[in-house]
């Protein structure tokens, strides 16, 4: 499971074409003004022939992956958002 994010005015086709061929896409939008929708991160993945889904937050797309492994890249404030939703070290929350 790959769950992804970005911002709009990063390049979203190249970024997208550097993820693993057949892994279930959880598209989400970090939380900032400068994200890209979940929508248009799908819409961009399917012209590239892959599958995704959109979600509406980080946790939501945490909780679709439930317990398999999970790749969470994109940008940085996404990744944050899922280490704090995650209780990880390092987070503001823990």
Known sequence: VVVFGCLHDKPL???LALLPLGAELLACAPDTP???????VVAAARKLGRRGRACDS????LELAGERPTLVVG???LVAEAR????????DES
């Open 75 to 77: 940008s940085s404030y």
């Open 34 to 40: 400068r994200a890209r929708s979940a929508a248009a």
């Open 13 to 15: 086709a190249k970024m």
């Open 84 to 91: 704090r939703d995650l209780g990880l070290p390092g987070s």
């Open 58 to 61: 980080v946790a939501e797309a």
